[in-house]
T-cell receptor, first 113, second 117 residues
Framework: NAGVTQTPKFQVLKTGQSMTLQCAQD?????MSWYRQDPGMGLRLIHY???????DQGEVPNGYNVSRSTTEDFPLRLLSAAPSQTSVYFC????????????FGPGTRLTVT | AQKITQTQPGMFVQEKEAVTLDCTYD???????LFWYKQPSSGEMIFLIYQGSYDEQNATEGRYSLNFQKARKSANLVISASQLGDSAMYFC??????????????FGSGTQLTVLP
């Protein structure tokens, strides 16, 4: 099993550009999520999905869009990049429930200039 | 109020000694899960150990154990026989019923552990 994969690992964008961060998992997990990690802070939830066709907002959703057309894939779109979106982005997946650990991808380090 | 509080921004421990990383949490839910993750300098998030709110026994996974004191709302991570490879940032996190379908992990701000040779 590859687990949770993310691409790209690094990305530099100019303000106003858009891009998509890719996330895929091969564990047949219902639940997938995107977090961002800023320096000195823990991770904060951006968007999540509890199954194909079902997505919802997390704590910090502004400026991001998601879709979930398959169980495996959960891309995150930056609509118009801003310097405040400079961060490390993690995708995670788990079985749906309180008691399951989330498995994280390796992260994408995004810089917006 | 902070849901997860980690009061030790940095900790040092001598190799082969045990170390306790503190975590307190705030929830009014009866059902919740507590998790510890390790983030080495390479950046990935590695799951270490889990404790459910209804579990009566403290969780253990190899050299990791969780000192769960429900009445005090604390879930401290104990690492026994520290190794140089344990040097990393450690995050405590919680999943609560009241988060609804979000099932999100709410993270603390982390503790940077350095193991000294």
């Amino acid at each position: 099993n590859a687990g949770v994969t993310q691409t790209p690992k690094f990305q530099v964008l100019k303000t106003g550009q858009s891009m998509t961060l890719q996330c895929a998992q091969d564990m047949n997990h219902e639940y997938m999520s995107w977090y961002r990690q800023d320096p000195g802070m823990g991770l904060r939830l951006i968007h999540y999905s509890v199954g194909a066709g079902i997505t919802d907002q997390g704590e910090v959703p502004n400026g991001y869009n998601v879709s979930r057309s398959t169980t495996e894939d959960f891309p995150l779109r930056l609509l118009s990049a801003a310097p405040s979106q400079t961060s490390v982005y993690f995708c995670a997946s788990s079985y749906d429930g309180l008691y399951y650990e989330q498995y994280f991808g390796p992260g994408t380090r995004l810089t917006v200039t | 109020a902070q849901k997860i509080t980690q009061t030790q921004p940095g900790m040092f421990v001598q190799e082969k000694e045990a170390v306790t990383l503190d975590c307190t949490y705030d929830t009014s839910d009866q059902s919740y899960g507590l998790f510890w993750y390790k983030q080495p300098s390479s950046g990935e998030m590695i799951f270490l150990i889990y404790q459910g709110s209804y579990d009566e026994q403290n969780a253990t996974e190899g050299r990791y154990s969780l000192n769960f004191q429900k009445a005090r709302k604390s879930a401290n991570l104990v690492i026994s026989a520290s190794q140089l490879g344990d040097s990393a940032m450690y995050f405590c996190a919680m999943r609560e019923v009241s988060s609804g379908s979000a099932r999100q992990l709410t993270f603390g701000s982390g503790t940077q552990l350095t193991v000294l040779p």
